[in-house]
């Protein structure tokens, strides 16, 4: 099933997923096989002939992801980060300059700052949402802008439709990063990006039992090069993950609803906490980034942070109190966790520009009850 016209749910829990045709088995099977045979040489039965190249699982997966972002390609890799490898090593050349956010995600900075650079890829890091910013870090060679919004742990927004026209006007490529948002939440393409990135390990997934990337683009160069790469580096999630991840997708929708539903009312409850002095959440209209995040998200997801009365001890206490959020990196799983930024994932920037404060406290907001949720705060902060 291709169709276009069906809305995001359907396209999530059919599009590549038709009944098996051989057994009528509902669910895509888990294709654990590495090689296919061959009626005569070269007489493939599905198209498939090694599983590094191709696998039905991961193609059904591969499928459903471009659906989601509405385009006509998706690329399933092994995590967020082979994509991203996949991605700068198909859009850069030695030579080349990329722009990234000044808060990207660590592992795509370490990526750049600690590999990449040393194959003579140049990059600048750059607030997103200030275009004028942007626009004056071009350089002759800048071949890619590299977006992320919302960001992590702050959450700033970046006018995607925008950064696209600039992009564009200097004969560079723009890819965003839309792990945070989700496809339903927010769709790139529509805006003039170029190509999706996603960690399917946070949303996408959704489970917190698998990790996964992903590329989809509707332009056929660029997917044919992303398809050479990923077959000729062999970065490819195993059938087991794509059938996990494939799983996940189905409850997108009702998982982004209910994620966006909580974080505004434990937002609330925050700010309505005498110990909490700030919050980050693009959903509110005191946020920087509101009016582009409404123009171009669908609802706000589920990721806040905010900072605490008493400084660094006070926003370690509040994460070692909580119990229904647990103290974990990552994101974007129906359990909500709790970390501490300036000594978890961000810790490497410390003492660098990107420093993040020390009185932080980021949420991944999950799908339990919002009252529990809200409770459990509330008694870790008092
Ligand atoms: C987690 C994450 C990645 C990396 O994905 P992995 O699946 O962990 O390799 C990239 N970008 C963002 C925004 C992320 O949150």
Same mark, same amino acid.
């Given at each position: ?46 198209? %498939? ?22 385009? =006509? ?14 991605? *700068? =090593? ?12 000044? /808060?990207? $995600?660590?592992?795509?900075?370490? !990526?750049?700052?600690?590999?990449? #650079? ?36 702050? !959450? ?34 529509? !805006?003039?990006? /170029? ?32 398809? %050479? @790469?990923?077959? #000729? ?6 059938? %087991?993950?794509?059938? *996990?991840? *494939? =799983? ?31 919050? %980050? $959440? ?15 998200? =669908? ?37 909500? @966790? ?20 020390? /009185? ?12 529990? *949720?809200?409770?459990? @705060?509330?008694?870790?902060? /008092?």
């Amino acid at each position: 099933m291709t169709e276009d016209h069906y809305g995001f749910a359907t396209r999530a829990i059919h599009v590549g997923q038709d009944p098996d045709p051989t057994t009528g088995s509902v669910i895509v099977p888990i294709h654990a096989t590495s090689t296919f045979a061959q009626d005569g040489v070269g007489g493939l039965r599905g198209g %498939f002939e090694y599983s590094r190249t191709g696998n039905p699982t991961r193609a059904a997966l591969e499928e459903c992801l471009a659906a989601l972002e509405g385009a =006509r390609h998706g690329r399933a890799f092994a995590s967020g980060m082979a994509a991203t490898d996949t991605a *700068l =090593r198909t859009m850069l050349r030695p030579g080349d300059h990329v722009i990234i956010p000044n /808060d990207a $995600y660590g592992g795509t900075f370490r !990526l750049l700052d600690k590999v990449m #650079a040393h194959w003579g890829i140049e990059y600048t890091p750059v607030a997103l949402a200030d275009v004028d910013a942007v626009r004056a870090a071009v350089r002759p060679n800048t071949r890619l802008v590299w977006v992320e919004t919302p960001t992590n742990p702050l !959450l700033h927004i970046a006018d995607i439709a925008l950064l696209a026209e600039l992009a564009h006007s200097v004969d560079a490529r723009l890819l965003v990063d839309n792990t945070f948002a989700s496809p339903y939440l927010q769709s790139p393409l529509e !805006l003039g990006a /170029d190509v999706v990135l996603h960690s399917t390990t946070k949303y996408i997934g959704g489970h917190s039992d698998v990790i996964g990337g992903a590329l989809v683009t509707s332009d056929d160069e660029l997917n044919a090069a992303f398809g %050479f @790469l990923q077959n #000729a580096a062999g970065a490819v999630p195993g059938p %087991f993950d794509a059938w *996990l991840t *494939l =799983r996940g997708i189905k409850t997108l929708e009702v998982r982004m609803e209910k994620h966006s539903d909580n974080t505004e009312k434990v937002t609330e409850a925050l700010l309505h906490h005498p110990k909490v002095t700030k919050v %980050f $959440y693009p959903g509110l209209p005191e946020h920087p980034g509101h009016e582009v995040a409404t123009k171009q998200m =669908r609802r706000y997801g589920g990721m806040v942070s905010f900072t605490v009365e008493g400084g660094v001890d006070a926003a370690l206490r509040v994460c070692s109190r909580t119990r229904l959020f647990t103290l974990a990196e990552s994101l974007g799983g129906v359990e909500s @966790l709790i970390e501490h930024p300036g000594r978890m994932t961000h810790l490497s920037t410390a003492g660098s520009p990107l420093q993040v404060p020390g /009185d932080l406290v980021r949420l991944s907001v999950g799908i339990e009850s919002a009252d529990d *949720l809200i409770a459990d @705060l509330v008694a870790a902060l /008092d």
